[in-house]
């Protein structure tokens, strides 16, 4: 059973860098690739973007503000489902697997063992 823990600052460091990674990945790209070669390009940015997600989906859950169930999504939902950030920490739109209701679930981290 996988167990679950509130973000941290550290959490969130971790994440801005690697979207900052990525993001420049993606402006370098585009500097030496376009136009002659953005095909190339979209296939860099793409995959940068499925990398993020897919690292995103692997280390984080999500809370029902409802409910308070705990619950894991696909990497699929992870990349479709409308998210943002408010004071309280980062929150996904989603259908909680319990109660059935749509809410802004909160964003948890997963702990490993």
């Given amino acids: 059973m996988t167990q679950y823990?509130?973000?941290t600052k550290e959490n969130w460091i971790r994440t801005i860098i690697y979207v900052a990674v990525s993001v420049t990945v993606?402006?370098?790209g585009a500097i030496f690739l376009l136009p002659a070669?953005?095909?190339?390009w979209l296939i860099l940015v793409v995959g940068s973007l499925f990398l993020l997600v897919i690292w995103h989906?692997?280390?984080f859950a999500y809370r029902c503000l409802k409910c308070g169930h705990e619950f894991e999504i696909?990497?699929?939902?992870?990349?479709i489902s409308p998210h943002g950030?408010?004071?309280?920490?980062?929150?996904?739109?989603?259908?909680c697997p319990k109660c059935h209701e749509r809410s802004r679930a909160t964003v948890i981290k997963k702990i490993k063992k």
């Fill in 85 to 95: 950030q408010s004071k309280s920490g980062g929150w996904k739109y989603l259908k």
């Fill in 5 to 7: 823990q509130e973000t």
């Fill in 57 to 59: 989906a692997k280390n």
């Fill in 26 to 28: 993606i402006i370098i």
């Fill in 37 to 40: 070669y953005w095909y190339i």
């Fill in 74 to 79: 696909s990497t699929f939902t992870d990349f």
